[in-house]
Nanobody, 124 residues
């Protein structure tokens, strides 16, 4: 089993930057592909970014491409989401999730474990 704990969410002005972190428990972190998802107020949760087990493959939803960067540190069981040029429409609860199945790109689904989320609020 994998436990995921997100951190780093806060209030930020439009145009600003944030780095979200996700700490994973367990000795098999490198066996999981990882994703970031987000849920805006009144909307369904959506995929934002994903990274393969070894970090070679990454993928982003069009709305964050060029602004967000996903990365991972397998030695320390961490995954990150660097968010730049933030917009008010990026306001959401951001969730970290893991998937044991291999991942080579595209929208990620079939997640096995989820964190509880961290709130990002972008003011205009």
């Amino acid at each position: 089993q994998v436990q995921l704990v997100e951190s780093g969410g806060r209030l930020v002005q439009a145009g600003g930057s944030l780095r979200l972190s996700c700490a994973a428990s367990g000795r098999t972190f490198s066996s999981y592909a990882m994703g970031w998802f987000r849920q805006a107020p009144g909307k369904e949760r959506e995929f934002a970014a994903a990274i393969s087990r070894n970090g070679v493959f990454t993928y982003y939803v069009d709305s964050v491409k060029g602004r967000f960067t996903i990365s991972r540190d397998n030695a320390n069981n961490m995954v990150y989401l660097q968010m730049n040029s933030l917009k008010p429409e990026d306001t959401a609860v951001y969730y970290c999730a893991s998937r044991a199945a291999a991942y080579y790109g595209g929208v990620m689904n079939g997640m096995d474990y989820w964190g509880k989320g961290t709130l990002v609020t972008v003011s205009s």
